[in-house]
């Protein structure tokens, strides 16, 4: 069955920078893309990205670009998410997500990871 | 203020029936496909429904979704009380070249 899975909860200050890795298995990892989501506290889901594991090709949320960046090792079947220049509204729980590429766009994220729970506090 | 329009809260009794609409553009849901999410507190989101209308395997056919022009309905009939959750409307918006997520609806059953 379809299974992603994410790293542990980190703790950062500000201005550090975080890498969650997002771990898939039981499907081919270059036939579909890969989103990234957060969610802050008593907040609604934010879409912060994705990346085309097949071409690598990657479009970020604006309120994101030059902060976030997203990568995939297709040796391990792995995407990364590393966001850099830590704030405290950064603070939300991390969660990666199968999609399906449909030509430049992405829909339907169909499986999710467990989330990851990342902290931004001094 | 997302680009996706949401209620933030509906409430029926169980075994009744609930909509829940999302509303949107030309260059997000006029144009685009839309899926429906169920998020419980604690765990990820959960596909409900996808390409407008349909069901994953594993979605009860209690959930049902619609498009109509630049709004899009997700519906649930027999309520049960396992359904109260929050829900999210998603689209591509073709101008922003963006995925969108609307508000989230929190559903209550009484």
């Known amino acids: 069955q379809v299974q992603l899975v994410q790293s542990g909860g980190e703790v950062k200050r500000p201005g550090a920078s975080v890498k969650v890795s997002c771990k898939a298995s039981?499907?081919?990892?270059?036939?579909?893309?890969i989103t990234w989501v957060r969610q802050a506290p008593g907040q609604g889901l934010e879409w912060m990205g994705w990346?085309?594991?097949?071409?690598?090709?990657?479009k970020y949320a604006q309120r994101l670009q030059g902060r976030v960046t997203m990568t995939t090792d297709t040796s391990t079947d792995t995407a990364y998410m590393e966001l850099r220049s830590l704030r405290p509204d950064d603070t939300a729980v991390y969660f990666c997500?199968?999609?399906?590429?449909?030509?430049?766009?992405?829909?339907?994220?169909?499986?999710w990871g467990q989330g990851t729970q990342v902290t931004v506090s001094s | 203020q997302s680009v996706l329009t949401q209620p933030p809260s509906v409430s029926a009794a169980p075994g009744q029936k609930v909509t829940v609409s999302c509303s949107g553009s030309?260059?997000?849901?006029?144009?685009?496909?839309v899926s429906w999410y169920q998020k419980l507190p604690g765990t990820a989101p959960k596909l409900l429904i996808y390409?407008?209308?349909k069901r994953p395997s594993g979605t009860p056919d209690r959930f049902s979704g619609s498009k109509s022009g630049t709004s899009a309905t997700l519906g649930i009939t027999g309520l049960q009380t396992g359904d109260e959750a929050d829900y999210y409307c998603?689209?591509?918006?073709?101008?922003?070249?963006?995925?969108?997520f609307g508000g989230g609806t929190k559903l209550t059953v009484l």
């Open positions: 998603g689209t591509w918006d073709s101008s922003l070249s963006a995925a969108l």
């Open positions: 390409e407008n209308d």
């Open positions: 997500a199968r999609g399906v590429v449909q030509g430049i766009i992405i829909i339907d994220f169909d499986s």
């Open positions: 039981g499907y081919t990892f270059t036939s579909f893309g």
């Open positions: 990346i085309n594991v097949n071409s690598g090709n990657t």
């Open positions: 030309s260059s997000n849901i006029g144009n685009n496909y």
